[in-house]
C-alpha cells in the first residue's frame, strides 16, 4: 500500500472545496466574508410574514383550502433556494412565513398567481377622461428588432418554442409577436359577449351596494354604453357618470367589465390597485391595464393557468435573455392552438381596429392576477410550446416559473407588515450550541490521549479534518442551495461526534486482537484494517439511512438535523479512508509505534514481544 496516494487525493479534495468556497460564484466581501456559513432564523434572526385569508363574506376560509395554501406557499419559499424556511398556518385564516435573514423579498408569495390569456378586444387610453380618444397600443416587443417597450414595467411577450408551431396552411413566418398596432379612432363593431356567467351572490351584494351608492341615473348611463364615453362629443356625459370617479378599487372590482371599460372616470391607476383576485371569473369579460396607461378589455379566458403542465425560468441560447418556458397538458395545448387560430384568424371580428397588432391580427393577452404581463400579436397558428420572453432577470423569470409551477392559492390573502425577528436570542443559541460542541470535541480527544497516546493523535488529526471539511460543505451547500445551519443542524454535528469515535474504537481494538494474536504491529495494520472496514462502513451506512428517512418524513428545523447529520457522517467515511488508515500505515514504521507506553497499544504489546521473546541459555563446549 501507498499511503501518500490517498493523503494526497484527500489533500485535492481539500483544496478544490476550498476553492470554490473563495472564488466560486456568490463569494462576496472579504476573505472572513466568505467563510461565513449562512446561519438559520434560530441563530440570525429573520423576517416573520403574516398572510391573512380575505374572503368575501367576511367568514374563515376551510381548513382544507388553508392547508393547501400553506402547502403552495412552502414551496414557492423554497423554490426560491430558501432553506430552513418555516411557513405555518395561525388560527383558522392565518399563515405565518418565517425566513432567516433581514429583509428577506416575502412580498409575492401571496400572489394568488392565477395565469389566463384572454384575447384583447378592444383598446383605450386609461389615464383619465382627459383623452378619450382610443389610444394607439403600446409596443411591448423584446424581439431584436429593438421595438420600444411601455414605459413602467417589463413587457414579456409569448412566442413559439423552437420548432413547436407553423402558422396557416404551413406558410406562416415564425411567430414574433409585436402587440403594438394602429390607433384607429373609427368606431368598430363591438365585441359580442358571450353568454353572462352566474353571478356570485356575495359579488352581486357588492354590486348593488355599490350601484345604489353612484344612483340610479348614473349606473343607468353608464350601463347603456356601448364604447368609452367621450365627454367632448357628449358633455352631459360628464356630469352622469361624475359619481364612478369617488368609486374605491375595492369597490370598481364588482362593477361589470363594460362599465370598467366604458367608464373614463375608471382609470388604469385605480384598476391596478384592485384587491388580489379581483379577476377570478375566467367565464366572463375581464378590464386590465397595461403599462400604467393601456386599458384593455379582454374576453374570456380560454387558456388557464391549469392548462400549464410545467414552467422553467430558463436562458434562451439565441437571444441570450431569460425567459419562462411554457409546457402545455395534452388538453392545454389544444386550447392554446385553438385560441391562437382565433386571434390569427380574428373569428367574427371580434377586435376593434384598435387592439389589432402591426399586422392586423388580434392580441392574446397573458394575465397574472389583476395585471397583463405580455399581450402579443399573434402571426401564426401556434401548435407547440410557447415561453413568456421580455425583461426578465434570473430571479424574476424563477419567481414567476415557481408560481405557476406550484399553481394556484386557492385563497386570496392580504400580506399583513412584516416583522424582523431579533437575533439577540439567536446568538446565545448558536454561542451555547458552539460551546457544547467544543466541549464534547474536547472530552473525546482528552479521552483519546488519555487510553490511546500516540494513537489520540490520529483520533485528534481526523476530527480537524472532519470539522473543516464539514464547514467548508456549510459554506459552500448555504450559496449554492441556500441551506442554512440552525440549532437543530449544529446538534446534528454533535451526534455526529460520537459516530466517529465509534469507528475509531473499532479500528484499534481490532488492531490490539491482531497484535494479541502473534502478528507484528506492522503486518497487524493492514490486517485490522481489512477485517474493522466492513463494520465501519456498516455503522455508518446505518446512520445515513436514518439521516436520509428522518429527512424525507420530517419538516421544519427536524430536516435540519437530520441533514446536518448525514453530511456530518459521511465526510467522516471520507476521512477514514483518506487520511486515518493511510497515516496508520506511516505510524506502523515508526520506532515509537512499538513502545507500548508511547503507542497506546499497551499489554497487545507487551504480551507479543514476551511472544517474541527467544529462549535464551549458555552453551558449554564439550571437552575432549
Given at each position: 500500500?501507498?499511503?501518500?496516494?490517498?493523503?494526497?487525493?484527500?489533500?485535492?479534495?481539500?483544496?478544490?472545496?476550498?476553492?470554490?468556497?473563495?472564488?466560486?460564484?456568490?463569494?462576496?466581501?472579504?476573505?472572513?466574508?466568505?467563510?461565513?456559513?449562512?446561519?438559520?432564523?434560530?441563530?440570525?434572526?429573520?423576517?416573520?410574514?403574516?398572510?391573512?385569508?380575505?374572503?368575501?363574506?367576511?367568514?374563515?376560509?376551510?381548513?382544507?383550502?388553508?392547508?393547501?395554501?400553506?402547502?403552495?406557499?412552502?414551496?414557492?419559499?423554497?423554490?426560491?433556494?430558501?432553506?430552513?424556511?418555516?411557513?405555518?398556518?395561525?388560527?383558522?385564516?392565518?399563515?405565518?412565513?418565517?425566513?432567516?435573514?433581514?429583509?428577506?423579498?416575502?412580498?409575492?408569495?401571496?400572489?394568488?398567481?392565477?395565469?389566463?390569456?384572454?384575447?384583447?378586444?378592444?383598446?383605450?387610453?386609461?389615464?383619465?377622461?382627459?383623452?378619450?380618444?382610443?389610444?394607439?397600443?403600446?409596443?411591448?416587443?423584446?424581439?431584436?428588432?429593438?421595438?420600444?417597450?411601455?414605459?413602467?414595467?417589463?413587457?414579456?411577450?409569448?412566442?413559439?418554442?423552437?420548432?413547436?408551431?407553423?402558422?396557416?396552411g404551413g406558410g406562416a413566418p415564425a411567430p414574433t409577436p409585436t402587440p403594438s398596432g394602429s390607433a384607429s379612432p373609427t368606431p368598430s363593431a363591438p365585441a359580442s359577449a358571450p353568454p353572462a356567467a352566474p353571478v356570485d351572490q356575495t359579488v352581486a351584494a357588492q354590486r348593488a351596494a355599490v350601484e345604489q351608492k353612484v344612483g340610479a341615473a348614473a349606473w343607468a348611463a353608464a350601463s347603456a354604453l356601448q364604447a368609452p364615453a367621450d365627454f367632448s362629443a357628449d358633455p352631459t356625459l360628464a356630469e352622469k357618470l361624475k359619481p364612478f370617479a369617488d368609486l374605491t378599487p375595492q369597490e370598481i372590482r364588482a362593477l361589470p367589465a363594460n362599465i370598467q371599460f366604458n367608464v373614463p372616470t375608471i382609470t388604469c391607476e385605480k384598476l391596478d390597485q384592485r384587491p388580489p383576485g379581483s379577476i377570478k371569473e375566467s367565464k366572463e369579460q375581464a378590464v386590465a391595464c397595461e403599462g400604467g396607461q393601456q386599458k384593455n378589455l379582454l374576453d374570456v379566458a380560454k387558456v388557464e393557468g391549469t392548462d400549464v403542465q410545467d414552467a422553467d425560468g430558463v436562458m434562451d441560447q439565441t437571444t441570450s435573455q431569460w425567459v419562462v418556458s411554457l409546457d402545455f397538458t395534452g388538453d392545454g395545448q389544444s386550447k392554446w392552438t385553438n385560441l391562437t387560430r382565433e386571434a390569427f384568424n380574428n373569428t367574427d371580428n371580434q377586435c376593434d381596429q384598435a387592439a389589432l397588432g402591426d399586422e392586423g391580427k388580434c392580441r392574446v393577452a397573458v394575465v397574472l392576477d389583476n395585471h397583463i404581463i405580455s399581450s402579443p400579436e399573434i402571426q401564426g397558428v401556434l401548435t407547440g410550446d410557447s415561453q413568456i420572453t421580455g425583461s426578465f432577470t434570473n430571479a424574476s423569470a424563477s419567481e414567476l416559473a415557481s408560481q405557476l409551477r406550484y399553481g394556484a392559492l386557492p385563497l386570496t390573502f392580504q400580506a399583513q407588515e412584516a416583522q424582523n425577528i431579533t437575533a439577540t436570542l439567536g446568538t446565545e443559541h448558536l454561542r451555547a450550541g458552539l460551546l457544547a460542541a467544543g466541549i464534547g470535541m474536547l472530552l473525546v480527544v482528552i479521552y483519546a490521549f488519555f487510553y490511546y497516546r500516540l494513537l489520540g493523535s490520529v483520533i485528534f488529526l481526523s476530527l480537524v479534518l472532519s470539522a473543516a471539511l464539514v464547514f467548508g460543505a456549510l459554506v459552500l451547500l448555504g450559496r449554492q442551495i441556500g441551506f442554512t445551519l440552525t440549532l437543530a443542524g449544529i446538534a446534528g454535528f454533535i451526534v455526529s461526534l460520537g459516530v466517529a469515535a465509534?469507528?475509531?474504537?473499532?479500528?484499534?481494538?481490532?488492531?490490539?486482537?491482531?497484535?494479541?494474536?502473534?502478528?507484528?504491529?506492522?503486518?497487524?495494520?493492514?490486517?485490522?484494517?481489512?477485517?474493522?472496514?466492513?463494520?465501519?462502513?456498516?455503522?455508518?451506512?446505518?446512520?445515513?439511512?436514518?439521516?436520509?428517512?428522518?429527512?424525507?418524513?420530517?419538516?421544519?428545523?427536524?430536516?435540519?438535523?437530520?441533514?446536518?447529520?448525514?453530511?456530518?457522517?459521511?465526510?467522516?467515511?471520507?476521512?477514514?479512508?483518506?487520511?486515518?488508515?493511510?497515516?496508520?500505515?506511516?505510524?506502523?514504521?515508526?520506532?515509537?509505534?512499538?513502545?507500548?507506553?508511547?503507542?497506546?497499544?499497551?499489554?497487545?504489546?507487551e504480551s507479543h514481544t514476551e511472544n517474541e521473546a527467544p529462549t535464551t541459555g549458555k552453551t558449554r563446549v564439550k571437552e575432549a
Open positions: 500500500m501507498r499511503p501518500g496516494r490517498q493523503l494526497a487525493v484527500l489533500g485535492l479534495i481539500f483544496t478544490v472545496l476550498y476553492l470554490l468556497v473563495f472564488f466560486a460564484a456568490g463569494a462576496k466581501g472579504g476573505w472572513m466574508d466568505r467563510l461565513e456559513p449562512k446561519l438559520g432564523l434560530d441563530l440570525i434572526g429573520g423576517t416573520r410574514m403574516t398572510l391573512e385569508a380575505a374572503t368575501e363574506a367576511g367568514q374563515a376560509p376551510p381548513a382544507g383550502s388553508l392547508e393547501e395554501a400553506r402547502g403552495i406557499i412552502q414551496a414557492r419559499v423554497d423554490g426560491r433556494g430558501v432553506a430552513e424556511a418555516e411557513v405555518v398556518t395561525e388560527g383558522n385564516r392565518n399563515i405565518v412565513i418565517s425566513v432567516p435573514g433581514q429583509n428577506a423579498d416575502l412580498d409575492d408569495v401571496g400572489t394568488p398567481a392565477e395565469l389566463r390569456f384572454r384575447k384583447v378586444l378592444k383598446t383605450v387610453d386609461g389615464g383619465g377622461p382627459v383623452n378619450t380618444q382610443p389610444a394607439p397600443s403600446a409596443s411591448a416587443s423584446p424581439a431584436p428588432s429593438g421595438s420600444p417597450a411601455p414605459s413602467g414595467s417589463p413587457s414579456p411577450a409569448v412566442t413559439s418554442s423552437p420548432g413547436a408551431g407553423g402558422g396557416q465509534d469507528s475509531f474504537v473499532i479500528y484499534f481494538e481490532r488492531l490490539k486482537d491482531e497484535i494479541r494474536e502473534g502478528r507484528s504491529p506492522r503486518s497487524a495494520v493492514p490486517r485490522a484494517w481489512i477485517r474493522a472496514r466492513r463494520t465501519i462502513i456498516s455503522a455508518n451506512a446505518i446512520s445515513i439511512m436514518a439521516a436520509v428517512v428522518l429527512y424525507l418524513v420530517s419538516v421544519g428545523t427536524v430536516k435540519g438535523f437530520a441533514f446536518a447529520l448525514g453530511l456530518a457522517t459521511l465526510l467522516d467515511l471520507v476521512v477514514v479512508f483518506l487520511f486515518r488508515h493511510p497515516i496508520m500505515t506511516m505510524f506502523a514504521r515508526t520506532p515509537a509505534f512499538l513502545s507500548p507506553r508511547v503507542s497506546g497499544l499497551g499489554r497487545a504489546l
